[in-house]
Each structure stands twice: as C-alpha cells, then as structure tokens.
C-alpha cells in the first residue's frame, strides 16, 4: 500500500485562529493498519511492564532490583536527542525496524536467561537497558514519521495513536491478569516478544515512513542538535507547551501518584482491591481526557491546555478536603485534565515544529519533560514530611496554577497562523494509495 498525496490541513476559521481542523484518519486505511500494529506492540509493553517488576521480586525478594529494572526505561530516554537527531539525519526509517529488532533481540536473551534458571541482577538489567533502549528508538522512529505517513492529518493521527498507547495501558494489566494463570511470567514475556514482531509485519505491508532522498535539498542542512533547541525556543506556543509539561510533571508525576495511592489506604482505610480499582479509574479517565482532545474535529490548543490545566489545579486543591467523595470526584477530575493536556501537547509538536527539525526538537523535549518527571518522587516525599500529605496537595495544587499563568501571558503568541504542517523536503512522495 502506498500512501495518500500529501495534502494541507484546513486552517481554523479565521487568519488569526490557532484551530486545527483535519478529518479522521480512519478514513485512511494505512492509518487502520498501523495503528494496529503500534497498539499490539503497546499492549505486550503494557504486560511487560507489568511482569518485569513482580517477576524480578519473586526470583529476588528484593525491592532494589525491582526499582533497578524500572530505571532501565528513563534511563533508555537519556539517548532521546541523539535518536532524534538520527531521525533528522537519515530518517525515521533509520530507527524503526532497528529499534524493534534491538527489543526483540534482548527479550529473547532476557527470556533465555530467565529459563536457565537463577538469572543475575546485572543480565536482566542489561537486557531490560537494552529493551528500553530499542523501544525508544522505535517511538522516536514512527513519531517522527507520522508528518510523512499520514500528511493529510498529521495532528489528529498523532493524537489517535497516543489514544491508543492510555487504551494499551489499561488492557495490557488486564491480559497479565487473565494470562497469568495458563502462561506464567516467563509464558507472558514470550508473548510480549511476539508483539514486537507486528509492527515489523505492517512494515512488510508498506506502511512506514517514507524513503528519505540522499540527493534532496536537504542533504547539506544544519544537523547541529541545537538546531532542535532554536526552533523550541523561536515558538512561544511550543515553549509554552514545553513549559506547562514540565509543571505537570513536577506536580502530578510519580511522586503525587504514589502519595495518592498511599492516602487512598492510609488515610480512606481502603483495601488493595478498592485501591486497584481507584488507580484504575484514573487511568480510565486518563484515557477519556485523551479522547475529548485527540478525536474533535477541531482543535483549539490553547483552550484545551488552559482547560486541562484548570482541572488538574483545582483537582489537587480539593484532594487537600476531609470529604471521601470530593477526593474521589478530584482523582478523577485531575486525571481528566492530565490525559488532555498531554493529548494536545503531543499533537500540537507535531504541527509547531518544523519538520526538519522535528526529531531534534522533540528528542531534547523528551529528555527535558522525563528530567522534570525525576523530580517528582524527590519533591513529593520531601513535601509530605514537612507540611503533611494534605498541605502537599495544597502547594502541587498552587504549583498547577502558576502554568495558567504562563499560559495567559503568552494568549496573543497562539493567535497568529502556522504554516501548513508538511513532511520534511527530503522525504520521497509516494502516489496516493487507491480506496
């Protein structure tokens, strides 16, 4: 299959509106397939991610190896410039089967090991480093890709499959759940070895990113990485995004997760059952905060980031209430606006960003949004010590607010047009697919 003829998105109604308006990208049937694939991969990530930890504590009864295995993914997301540079460079092609092939192939030393029996802290470390390592060049690959894949809605494409990476999050622990009883740990990371293989196989149909031409005009650019930090800072939009990222990962991260979930059985007295479903739930309405975003037809980014924003500051001010049904009302409510803002931020680098810079530029994102979220396990714990867990929700809360700020500061920057989101000149038009 051969991808559609490049097309221009509709602009918003108005010269100066900052609305996107594209049509779904299900109407496109490369999108179904791919989409496919990327959601299959999500899923065994999801069961992996789930396995590795409760497996490693099993065999070692050690909660160190378990926070060990769990580094190996941030630490993965260290290499992100470089991968992004790769990507300008050569192509998100350079990325995506390699990546795979990298996961698939330390899976399977992984498993291997693991059915030997008494594996070694520092092979199944190396082994996760080196899957983690894969998958974010794979991510980066075909994030960068879509622009090219699917020009004639870039920014919707990008949303839907970042819906579908919160949908992966939710079914992945239930297939472990199920699975368990009949396949095991080492059952369940055979299959997750599977799953690498699918988005190989929508490869093989023709669905990937298109070729990049040696001979094109960009062939003489300037591949200097701070190319990727110019173009951050020359858009106030996409430093506001950057900035409002940070602030919720600072401020709703894994540190605030944690200290939710820690007063859901200390201070509510739930059971770990009860405590599962909550943590569910939020996941959940994650997930719908996504969707409200990524499947509109029309996309107001300023709006959605000043609303999604609103609902996570007010979310955790309430959390800092003695009532069980406001804490319950706000986990949700906070869970909402978090799953809308990251919608509309991944949606709109795509748009924002130049394409010949895109890899660059959203490589150094990465590692400055996955550097903030560190500092949420530091910030939290040192906050409840000193002023208790209710007052911790008070000042993450006022701490969300200041992004409502920022953002109503640089209102006039979202106004002016952007131009048409295009794939990079390098890249080789394929024809259009026939329907």
Same mark, same amino acid.
């Given at each position: 299959?051969?991808?559609?003829?490049?097309?221009? +998105?509709?602009?918003?109604?108005?010269?100066?509106?900052?609305?996107?308006?594209?049509?779904?990208?299900? !109407?496109?049937?490369?999108?179904?397939?791919? #989409?496919?694939?990327?959601?299959?991969?999500?899923?065994? $990530?999801?069961?992996?991610?789930?396995?590795?930890?409760?497996?490693?504590?099993?065999?070692?009864?050690?909660?160190?190896?378990?926070?060990?295995?769990?580094?190996?993914?941030?630490?993965?997301?260290?290499?992100?410039?470089?991968?992004?540079?790769?990507?300008?460079?050569?192509?998100?092609?350079?990325?995506?089967?390699?990546?795979?092939?990298?996961?698939?192939?330390?899976?399977?030393?992984?498993?291997?090991?693991?059915?030997?029996?008494?594996?070694?802290?520092?092979?199944?470390?190396?082994?996760?480093?080196?899957?983690?390592?894969?998958?974010?060049?794979?991510?980066?690959?075909?994030?960068?890709?879509?622009?090219?894949?699917?020009?004639?809605?870039?920014?919707?494409?990008?949303?839907?499959?970042?819906?579908?990476?919160?949908?992966?999050?939710?079914?992945g622990p239930v297939v472990f759940s199920?699975?368990?009883?009949?396949?095991?740990? $080492?059952?369940?990371?055979?299959?997750n070895l599977a799953t690498f293989f699918?988005?190989?196989?929508?490869?093989?149909?023709?669905?990937?990113?298109?070729?990049?031409?040696?001979?094109?005009?960009?062939?003489?650019?300037?591949?200097?990485?701070?190319?990727?930090?110019?173009?951050?800072?020359?858009?106030?939009?996409?430093?506001?995004?950057?900035?409002? !990222?940070?602030?919720?990962?600072?401020?709703?991260?894994?540190?605030?997760?944690?200290?939710?979930?820690?007063?859901?059985?200390?201070?509510?007295?739930?059971?770990?059952?009860?405590?599962?479903?909550?943590?569910?739930?939020?996941?959940?309405?994650?997930?719908?905060?996504?969707?409200?975003?990524?499947?509109?037809?029309?996309?107001?980014?300023?709006?959605?980031?000043?609303?999604?924003?609103?609902?996570?500051?007010?979310?955790?001010?309430?959390? #800092?209430?003695?009532?069980? !049904?406001?804490?319950?009302?706000?986990?949700?409510?906070?869970?909402?606006? =978090?799953?809308?803002?990251?919608?509309?931020?991944?949606?709109?680098?795509?748009?924002?960003?130049?394409?010949?810079?895109?890899?660059?530029?959203?490589?150094?994102?990465?590692?400055?949004?996955?550097?903030?979220?560190?500092?949420? +396990?530091?910030?939290?714990?040192?906050?409840?010590?000193?002023?208790?867990?209710?007052?911790?929700?008070?000042?993450?809360?006022?701490?969300?607010?200041?992004?409502?700020?920022?953002?109503?500061?640089?209102?006039?920057?979202?106004?002016?047009?952007?131009?048409?989101?295009?794939?990079?000149?390098?890249? !080789? =038009?394929?024809?259009?697919?026939?329907?």
């Open positions: 299959m051969s991808p559609p003829a490049a097309t221009t +998105p509709k602009a918003g109604p108005g010269p100066g509106s900052d609305a996107v308006v594209e049509p779904s990208p299900f !109407q496109n049937p490369r999108f179904t397939v791919f #989409a496919a694939g990327n959601a299959l991969n999500n899923i065994g $990530e999801a069961m992996y991610a789930t396995a590795l930890p409760l497996l490693a504590y099993r065999l070692t009864g050690s909660l160190a190896v378990m926070t060990l295995l769990a580094a190996a993914v941030p630490l993965g997301m260290l290499l992100a410039p470089s991968l992004g540079w790769a990507a300008d460079r050569w192509g998100p092609r350079a990325l995506v089967v390699p990546g795979l092939l990298l996961q698939a192939a330390a899976a399977l030393v992984m498993n291997l090991v693991l059915h030997a029996g008494a594996p070694t802290t520092t092979a199944l470390f190396v082994c996760a480093l080196l899957v983690a390592i894969g998958g974010a060049a794979y991510r980066t690959g075909w994030m960068t890709g879509v622009p090219g894949m699917f020009p004639d809605c870039p920014v919707r494409a990008r949303g839907t499959l970042n819906s579908l990476f919160f949908a992966a999050t939710l079914v199920l699975c368990l009883p009949f396949l095991g740990y $080492e059952g369940l990371l055979w299959l699918a988005p190989v196989a929508v490869w093989a149909m023709g669905v990937h990113p298109p070729r990049v031409l040696p001979g094109a005009p960009g062939a003489g650019r300037n591949w200097k990485l701070s190319e990727g930090w110019k173009a951050i800072v020359a858009d106030r939009r996409v430093l506001d995004m950057l900035i409002v !990222q940070v602030v919720l990962a600072v401020t709703c991260g894994a540190g605030f997760q944690a200290l939710v979930v820690y007063s859901l059985g200390h201070t509510w007295h739930l059971s770990d059952r009860s405590v599962s479903a909550v943590v569910t739930l939020m996941n959940a309405c994650m997930l719908a905060g996504n969707l409200l975003v990524a499947q509109r037809k029309r996309i107001r980014p300023r709006i959605s980031l000043t609303l999604g924003m609103t609902a996570c500051g007010l979310s955790l001010l309430l959390l #800092a209430l003695p009532w069980w !049904q406001v804490f319950l009302a706000a986990v949700a409510l906070g869970a909402l606006g =978090e799953g809308a803002v990251l919608s509309t931020v991944v949606m709109m680098r795509v748009k924002y960003l130049p394409g010949p810079v895109l890899g660059r530029a959203s490589g150094l994102m990465w590692l400055i949004t996955g550097g903030a979220a560190l500092l949420s +396990p530091a910030v939290t714990p040192a906050l409840t010590e000193t002023v208790g867990a209710r007052g911790t929700f008070l000042v993450l809360g006022l701490g969300a607010c200041s992004a409502l700020w920022y953002l109503r500061r640089g209102r006039t920057d979202w106004a002016r047009p952007s131009a048409p989101v295009a794939p990079a000149s390098n890249v !080789q =038009e394929e024809p259009p697919c026939k329907k």
